[in-house]
């Protein structure tokens, strides 16, 4: 006797009794009712998307196999929920791609929000400057570009899914999270890597929404290979259905082995305003921090910049804008484009002077940030020693006293925890103690270290 398809639901709908307790098929099975199955599309409907959370989350190797056993193989299942109630014409579709069940659907059936071109020939809207080689790195953003790296030799490793990166502005995120989508397209041309920002996504939801799309906006994000978002905060607000729409697609994405990079000025725990159960979903993978530029980090980014531009910048100009730039990598930039401009309209070479000039009327310069490094390279050019040797083992009595300088500087200027300088110098808290409390001893009596100091800070706070 040949069942019809709805027949065949039924059939499932026995198996899915079978193998669960009364109390879970009552609360997540019990309801759930055929619409259609055409073209290995198996449709059907469920009261609301928290049943579709719980389905995937906790039975879909249950659902996989029933439908395998009654179906066939290569059945793609496709939920329909409406967004209000009772409501049709507010339905939506959601499909899940399991290992046991699923096939892919046929792409050419998709819409681009992007271009009404094929949907192989996506615009990954990735910017060709964003790339590792452009990228500088310093212990400010080691870590999240080693990740990022790993994550673009080897995409099929998901260790690191998704990648949540987070920092304030003008750190790098952006740079750092297209390096990626880059690096993986020049691996793999065919990879369907997308980059956008979270308001970007929210309009083009909107759209949908007002032209009855919201099906094919879905399934167009459903085929990505690497979802690259970029200011995911934006989504924070009162924004339900773009919430919502974005947790399932994140849902399919992750489930089916797609590489999510997400980026955010906050950490996930601080992102109040955002649907409780996107922001478990973003702790998933790895977070990665990028901390304001440090100083070597700065240096970095000028000289890269000044190279990319045919430039010679004299390196006392290089220090002054790297110890009073301090926030944002975008403002350092900006630095040497208004360098350029006044040196070329003024037909002047770029000196001191004229760094300082620009810096007054082109960006707002914070006050000099002291860090250990600046200190250790002052005392180390006051004393005329190398720096490293401050590092070594070496008690000599001119490094010992240098390096007794550092620590005092480092806690005075700096303001750094005892254990920490002692960490940076390879030293016990005990000695950096000592260290201090004999030059603080030895200071109202001894002239030429108060003139050793005096120089010193002076040369610090300059």
């Known amino acids: 006797m040949n069942l019809t398809n709805e027949q065949k639901w039924d059939k499932c709908k026995e198996i899915f009794r079978d193998n669960l307790i009364p109390e879970q098929y009552d609360a997540w099975f019990k309801d759930l009712t055929f619409k259609s199955f055409e073209d290995g599309q198996l449709k059907i409907y469920v009261a609301s998307p928290g049943i579709v959370e719980q389905l995937e989350e906790r039975y879909i190797k249950l659902l996989s196999l029933a439908i395998g056993r009654v179906y066939g193989p290569g059945v793609r299942l496709l939920y329909q929920f409406n967004q209000i109630r009772n409501d049709e014409t507010t339905g939506i579709t959601m499909g899940t791609s399991n290992q046991s069940t699923a096939v892919a659907p046929n792409s050419n059936t998709l819409s681009n929000p992007f271009h009404t071109a094929a949907v192989e020939d996506i615009d990954s809207q990735l910017n060709p400057r964003y790339t590792f080689e452009n990228y500088c790195g310093s212990f400010s953003n080691r870590v999240a570009r080693s990740i990022g790296e790993a994550i673009a030799a080897n995409p ?181 484009v208004s360098l350029i401009a006044h040196a070329t309209v003024l037909n002047r070479p770029i000196t001191l002077e004229l760094a300082r000039n620009v810096l007054a009327n082109a960006v707002k310069v914070t006050k000099r940030s002291i860090n250990f490094e600046m200190i250790a390279q002052e005392v180390s050019n006051y004393y005329n020693i190398d720096s490293d040797q401050l590092f070594t083992k070496s008690r000599k009595r001119e490094i010992s006293d240098a390096r007794q300088m550092v620590m005092f500087l480092a806690k005075k200027h700096a303001k750094m925890p005892l254990t920490a300088i002692g960490t940076r110098l390879s030293r016990t808290h005990a000695t950096v103690l000592y260290a201090c409390k004999n030059i603080e001893d030895r200071l109202p009596m001894e002239k030429q270290l108060q003139e050793d100091v005096a120089k010193i800070e002076a040369a610090i706070l300059e």
């Open 156 to 336: 099929k490793c998901k260790t690191f899914n998704p990648l949540f990166l987070f920092g304030p502005t003008g750190v790098g995120k952006t740079h750092l999270m297209q390096a990626i989508g880059i690096r993986i397209k020049e691996q793999n041309p065919k990879a369907r890597v997308l980059y956008l920002t979270a308001r970007l996504f929210e309009s083009q939801y909107t759209t949908a929404v007002l032209r009855h799309k919201v099906n094919e906006f879905i399934n167009f994000y459903q085929s990505i290979d690497v979802l690259i978002i970029d200011d995911i905060q934006d989504l924070v607000g009162n924004k339900p259905g773009t919430q919502n729409t974005f947790y399932h697609i994140f849902n399919h994405l992750h489930q089916n082995q797609k590489q999510l990079i997400l980026s955010s000025d906050v950490c996930p725990s601080q992102m109040e305003g955002l649907e409780q159960r996107l922001v478990n979903r973003f702790k998933w993978g790895m977070t990665a921090e990028l901390e304001r530029p440090d100083y070597e980090l700065r240096k970095n980014v000028l000289t890269l910049k000044a190279r990319q531009d045919g430039l010679e910048i004299p390196a006392d100009v290089m220090e002054y804008i790297a110890s009073h730039v301090t926030d944002s990598i975008r403002e350092l930039e900006g630095i040497i």
